[in-house]
């Protein structure tokens, strides 16, 4: 099960963290962040693998977001600076075990439930 937190309402330019947590072995997975919004369909953002070592980001977000993970509190980071109108959506937390970084959402297993995203102009 993972759990999303840290999404609110900011004016654009600020900053939000968003965190994602599990139990289990979620060490042992690979982690992405899609985001949705209303009438468009969920979108890749961010993605981590199991050990740190890769990143890969959506060429909207490069130089603005960057995701990190902390194994000895089993959590992911999505550190959004710079954010902008077209960034409301909502973000999930996507995680799977099969090896290497992926974009397309088909390819995680697991999902949180979350958490709403909204900058304002």
């Known amino acids: 099960q993972l759990v999303e937190s840290g999404g609110g309402l900011v004016q654009a330019g600020n900053s939000l963290s968003l965190s994602c947590t599990s139990t289990?072995?979620?060490?042992?997975?690979?982690v992405a962040w899609f985001r949705q919004s209303p009438g468009k369909e969920r979108e890749f953002v961010a993605a981590?693998?199991?050990?740190?070592?890769?990143?890969h980001y959506a060429d909207f977000v490069k130089g603005r977001f960057t995701i990190s993970r902390d194994h000895d509190k089993l959590i992911v980071h999505l550190q959004m600076n710079g954010l902008k109108p077209d960034d409301t959506a909502v973000y999930y937390c996507a995680a799977d075990g099969v090896a290497g970084i992926h974009i397309r959402a088909d390819e995680y297993r697991y999902w949180g439930q979350g958490t709403q995203v909204t900058v304002s102009s």
């Open positions: 289990g072995y979620f060490n042992s997975y690979n």
């Open positions: 981590i693998t199991w050990d740190g070592a890769d990143t």
